[in-house]
């Protein structure tokens, strides 16, 4: 391929994945939806414009590191606390009935490899917080008790989600399911999250240092991606997954998240909030990027819509995917009202969905068919999810009023990981 054409493919990426994102936010959607119909459009299954190439792979695999850089910088494990054990039971209960639940619908249900049936299950795991903080701010309930319960079950989601992912890049690259394998990852992974924290605390530290004297601007940009993708290449050569290192560096980097021994590295909240700001454009350019690419990797025409076996595969994968989530918040003791709306708000799948299911398409377990019926559940999810979010609280208004006029007498002020009552 010229370099001119390159040009031009990404020319098309880009505008395209804006202008459908910005339609689908217009209609009340989620944007990430908008990107990968983008990919549909211009990829085999609709115009057959542009193919999967290695570049935009390249690119695409940049952005999803990014993605889970921005998703540990968002990560605050302070809201855990403040939820408490509500936040824990619904993390741990969403996170294990989808698992266990979409691995028995692989293996004993329709047949297929177990390493095929984990990463269905795995992908059912996933909580997309970005969709349902946006989803929670926009209603204004992102500080009452089951907004708090709602992210804090979110974030613990997505760590186990993370750790999930780094075992089944080590099955699918690694020759399958072992115990040993499984030690393996776990390992590294344990002793990549202790050391990274306080490499990327020390480091920040010194750029923090050489910003206050610098006289050439875009210090931050040009550091902090470098500082990412240091830590992907530090993931991978741990034996974890690349993108494993963008998480652990946002966490690390985050405004909210403090080592024991935070003050010796003089951790400074507003420096952080400095690198979320100079970091945003940035990382909103490469990741609608890995969503057009998903949607190029799928090809709906070889996909034989006739047959039975896509139909009935994604319909059951759907409800398996629902009351997985909704299942969870039956566990604590909250008004009904409220269990209806965090099992909602815990159900889209959005870009987490996406990693896993594309990570499993990557390695080769995966196969066209059983990725588009991901990929229908994912988007499903994800886009009813907020509707009826937003449908449960005008339903519930009445039973939310109570709750209401608590948080506001007593809003953020927990007391032994409780809000007081």
């Given at each position: ?19 459908f994102a910005e339609l689908t ?84 249900i329709f047949d297929l490899p ?308």
């Open positions: 391929m010229q370099t001119h054409d390159f040009f031009l493919i990404l020319f098309i990426i880009l505008l395209t994945a804006r202008v936010v217009r209609l009340k959607g989620p944007s990430v939806i908008g990107e990968l119909l983008a990919g549909v459009v211009l990829g085999p299954s609709l115009l057959g414009w542009i193919e999967p190439i290695e570049a935009i792979k390249l690119m695409a695999e940049i952005g999803i590191i990014l993605l889970l850089f921005e998703v540990g910088l968002g990560t605050d494990p302070k809201q855990l606390v403040r939820a408490g054990r509500k936040s824990i039971v619904v993390a741990l209960a969403g996170f294990s009935l989808p698992l266990v639940l979409g691995f028995s619908v692989g293996y004993l177990l390493l095929v049936s984990l990463f269905i299950g795995g992908t059912l795991t996933a909580t997309s917080i970005g969709i349902t903080a946006r989803v929670l701010t926009d209603l204004r309930r992102h500080h009452s008790l089951e907004g708090q319960i709602i992210l804090g079950a979110a974030i613990l989601d997505d760590v186990m989600g993370v750790v999930l992912l780094a075992l089944l890049y080590e099955f699918s690259i690694g020759g399958g399911v072992t115990l040993g394998n499984a030690g393996k990852v776990i390992s590294f992974v344990a002793v990549f999250f202790v050391l990274a924290p306080v490499a990327a605390k020390l480091m920040s530290a010194v750029i923090k240092h050489i910003h206050s004297s610098t006289v050439i601007p875009g210090l931050i940009p040009t550091t902090i991606v470098s500082l990412v993708l240091f830590f992907a290449w530090m993931a991978h050569v741990m034996g974890a997954p690349e993108l494993l290192g963008g998480f652990a560096a946002g966490l690390a980097l985050s405004r909210r998240f403090f080592l024991p021994f935070g003050a010796a590295l003089h951790a400074d909240p507003s420096f952080a909030e400095h690198i979320e700001r100079e970091m945003k454009s940035i990382i909103h350019l490469f990741t609608p990027i890995f969503f057009v690419m998903v949607g190029l990797s799928l090809n709906l025409r070889e996909i034989d819509w006739s047959s039975p076996f896509i139909w009935v595969f994604s319909m059951t994968l759907l409800i398996v995917a629902i009351v997985g989530k909704l299942a969870g918040p039956c566990l604590i003791r909250e008004s009904w009202p409220v269990r209806w709306i965090i099992g909602a708000a815990m159900t889209p799948r959005g870009e987490v969905g996406l990693i896993f299911a594309e990570l499993g398409r990557e390695s080769g377990i995966l196969n066209n068919e059983i990725y588009a019926g991901m990929v229908i559940v994912i988007a499903f999810t994800t886009v009813l999810s907020p509707f009826v979010m937003k449908w449960l609280y005008g339903s519930f208004s009445q039973s939310l009023q109570t709750t209401r006029t608590i948080e506001a007498v007593d809003t953020d002020k927990p007391t032994n990981g409780r809000f007081k009552k």
